[in-house]
Antibody, heavy 117, light 111 residues
Framework: EVQLVESGGGLVQPGGSLRLSCAAS????????MSWVRQAPGKGLEWVAN????????YYADSVKGRFTISRDNAKNSLYLQMNSLRAEDTAMYYC??????????WGRGTLVTVSS | QSALTQPASVSGSPGQSITMSCIGT?????????VSWYQQFPGKAPKLMIY???NRPSGVSSRFSGSKSGNTASLTISGLQAEDEADYYC???????????FGGGTKLTVL
């Protein structure tokens, strides 16, 4: 059974940093691209970033480019999102998702990030 | 880069069919057959319902179908059931600087 479990969310002040983690199981993690997608409270979904199997290619939404960094550790079956220079508008539930060809076929339950003073 | 455009809400009665739209541009919906649809219940993670415009993942009811014409993708749910009441999001690959776009979501109400 595919499982994606996010962690690392919490309350952080504007300008602060946070690192999210996603533990994957039930599939060959190293063989698939992975994504982060977020959802602000009461709002729609927004793709944040994705990363190739070997970490050699990474892509970001314009809204987070230069502030967020996606990475992975295939030995630990883990995906990460380093978030710096956080803003109030980054407040959201952050989901880890498995990329299967040109879609996200499995999603975790999410971890909540709140940026507030 | 603008998100894809979805109606805020649609509604239908049990047993009826409904169709919701997802409007993009030639740089996303119209240019690629990489449109997906997701179902989301309050407080839950999204669930993939349709991928590559019209393909259903294993386990998804055949009542759900997808199509595309030009820059507009559509999700049709036939034989509407109370359990279908949820938010639905479309997504597409984009040749723009943000590679993956989502629509703003459509709230489906089963009357």
């Amino acid at each position: 059974e595919v499982q994606l479990v996010e962690s690392g969310g919490g309350l952080v002040q504007p300008g602060g940093s946070l690192r999210l983690s996603c533990a994957a199981s039930g599939f060959t993690f190293s063989s698939l691209w992975m994504s982060w997608v977020r959802q602000a409270p009461g709002k729609g979904l927004e793709w944040v970033a994705n990363i190739k199997q070997d970490g050699g290619e990474k892509y970001y939404a314009d809204s987070v480019k230069g502030r967020f960094t996606i990475s992975r550790d295939n030995a630990k079956n883990s995906l990460y999102l380093q978030m710096n220079s956080l803003r109030a508008e980054d407040t959201a539930m952050y989901y880890c998702a498995r990329d299967q060809a040109f879609t996200r076929d499995y999603w975790g339950r999410g971890t909540l990030v709140t940026v507030s003073s | 880069q603008s998100a894809l455009t979805q109606p805020a809400s649609v509604s239908g009665s049990p047993g009826q069919s409904i169709t919701m739209s997802c409007i993009g541009t030639s740089r996303d919906v119209g240019g690629y057959n990489y449109v997906s649809w997701y179902q989301q219940f309050p407080g839950k993670a999204p669930k993939l319902m349709i991928y590559d415009v019209s393909n259903r993942p294993s386990g998804v009811s055949s009542r759900f179908s997808g199509s595309k014409s030009g820059n507009t993708a559509s999700l049709t749910i036939s034989g509407l059931q109370a359990e279908d009441e949820a938010d639905y999001y479309c997504s597409s690959y984009s040749s723009g600087s943000t590679h993956w776009l989502f629509g703003g979501g459509t709230k489906l109400t089963v009357l």
